[in-house]
T-cell receptor, first 113, second 116 residues
């Protein structure tokens, strides 16, 4: 069964450093998403990406965040200058149609120290 | 605005008990989709079910069943004869058919502990 692959599974970074979280969505999917889950809390929407552009972003997704689909296969989330409160599990998801189902990656646990 | 409410924060049961996890949603869309995901202690999100707003038939999959009641905007999830492996956080989520976003709106989750 096709999978969404996220790397790395765990990243530790110092406050103020830039991090790039990587995702390889399922190849025929058209909608891509990043979600965040702070430990013990609910899953929160960050950004959606369709037709090579951001279709919606949440208020969490400020100027420190950016997304790219640089080569037609990878989908990356960049945090320019990490803060302690960015520590969370970040999930990438992709969907063929946006409603018939979402496939989630296994997540990247980001720890900012 | 869209919203998903899971009023039960934590539930603890003894193995073999039946347990129902509640989910109430709010949306103005006429076409929408409801989901349940399981998050075991390992952290990944496991898809359990998707239901569209036009299909109010209840669904059963093994020990799992779902009761969709459009009149009360609820999409409850029942585990029959619970097992220790069912221990996880369960999330209910909502997606609309509008626009090019189609993001998932999540409830806060219900943490289920099934004790031997």
């Amino acid at each position: 069964e096709p999978e969404v692959t996220q790397t790395p599974s765990h990243q530790v970074t110092q406050m103020g450093q830039e991090v790039i979280l990587r995702c390889v969505p399922i190849s025929n999917h058209l909608y891509f998403y990043w979600y965040r889950q702070i430990l013990g809390q609910k899953v929160e929407f960050l950004v959606s990406f369709y037709n090579n552009e951001i279709s919606e972003k949440s208020e969490i997704f400020d100027d420190q965040f950016s997304v790219e689909r640089p080569d037609g296969s990878n989908f990356t989330l960049k945090i320019r200058s990490t803060k302690l409160e960015d520590s969370a599990m970040y999930f990438c998801a992709s969907s063929e149609s946006g409603v018939y189902g979402y496939t989630f990656g296994s997540g990247t646990r980001l720890t900012v120290v | 605005a869209q919203k998903v409410t899971q009023a039960q924060t934590e539930i603890s049961v003894v193995e073999k008990e039946d347990v129902t996890l509640d989910c109430v949603y709010e949306t103005r869309d006429t076409t929408y989709y409801l989901f349940w995901y399981k998050q075991p202690p390992s952290g990944e999100l496991v898809f359990l079910i998707r239901r569209n707003s036009f299909d109010e038939q209840n669904e059963i999959s093994g020990r799992y069943s779902w009761n969709f009641q459009k009149s009360t905007s609820s999409f409850n999830f029942t585990i029959t004869a619970s097992q220790v492996v069912d221990s996880a956080v369960y999330f209910c989520a909502l997606s609309s058919n509008a626009g090019n976003n189609r993001k998932l709106i999540w409830g806060l989750g219900t943490s289920l502990a099934v004790n031997p």
